[in-house]
């Protein structure tokens, strides 16, 4: 018989939690968890439902600051269709006052489903688009005279910390990196500081950075970001042309990032550089009164 219980770090049952993981990425294509989350398990709280000792669904929560829970729940595919994403739904909500806010990755009819089930209203959108590498990308257009785009060193790190906590300081997870993350990042296996491009002006001020996951063939625009003050001087458009250019040259075939789903300034660049939606991620959570 299926049962339900709460433990205080999803770390001490990892390799439990990274395994239903790959199950249902295998079955969905696409994870359930974040990168975030998988990489700070012992930050994230584990309410489960195990069967004769087996983890078959699990929700990894946290508190983001105010209160909120923000989390992401699955169940194994082979146990789906009989009520236990809404009963771990229910178990994560009973224990907060304030209504929990969950991910849904790629917004599966299941997620859906179980989102209208318990009155849920998606509140956030973030949209994956992709594109082809081709050889129009070879050639970078030139930084902006006075300006240099250089990899990135282990003396950069507080420059960029301090600058990606500006630029995405209305953004509950980007926004929130902090040295020990940005170290977990660095000791990844995808990992190359020459995929992390910084862009500097003449008096060494950090103004912008691309930072590019490469895995396999494919390489997801990582995260990128332009000072508030250096905006609507096309360098966004010089770093991300940069980022195609180094990709071109390691013989990436494909390319990917995410975007919020409201960002019309950033949706315009990105689909002006060929980029198209391939998926979408969602935020639900009851509607506040």
Do not use: C
């Not at 849920?120 to 030139?142: E, F, N, Y």
Request: glycine letters at 10%.
């Amino acid at each position: 018989m299926p049962e339900i219980f709460t433990a205080a770090s999803a770390e001490a049952r990892g390799a439990e939690v990274r395994a239903l993981a790959d199950a249902a990425s295998a079955a969905d294509g696409v994870s359930p968890f974040n990168e975030d989350t998988m990489l700070s398990l012992d930050a994230r709280l584990l309410t489960a439902i195990e069967d004769s000792g087996q983890l078959i669904a699990a929700a990894l929560t946290r508190d983001i600051g105010d209160g909120t829970i923000e989390g992401e729940l699955v169940v194994h595919p082979d146990r789906r269709r009989h009520g236990l994403g809404g009963k771990l739904f229910d178990a994560v909500a009973s224990a907060t006052d304030a209504p929990p806010v969950l991910w849904a990755h790629g917004n599966l009819a299941g997620a859906s489903a179980l989102a209208s089930s318990r009155g849920l209203a998606a509140v956030r959108t973030l949209l994956k688009l992709g594109r082809s590498i081709t050889d129009g990308d070879a050639k970078a257009t030139p930084a902006p005279e006075g300006l240099t785009i250089a990899p990135f060193t282990a003396a950069d790190s507080a420059d960029f910390l301090t600058l990606n906590s500006v630029v995405f300081r209305s953004h509950p997870e980007q926004g929130a990196l902090d040295a020990h993350g940005l170290d977990a990042r660095r000791a990844t296996e995808w990992f190359d500081a020459d995929d992390f491009l910084l862009l500097r002006d003449a008096d060494g001020t950090l103004l912008g950075y691309n930072w590019l996951k490469r895995e396999g063939d494919e390489v997801e625009i990582y995260v990128v970001g332009i000072a508030p003050d250096a905006a609507g001087r096309g360098l966004g458009r010089a770093l991300m042309q940069a980022g195609l250019a180094r990709m071109h040259a390691t013989g990436a075939a494909r390319t990917s990032l995410y975007v919020e789903g409201d960002n019309e300034a950033a949706l315009s660049l990105y689909r002006s550089l060929g980029y198209e939606q391939l998926s979408i991620d969602v935020q639900y959570t009851h509607a506040r009164s």
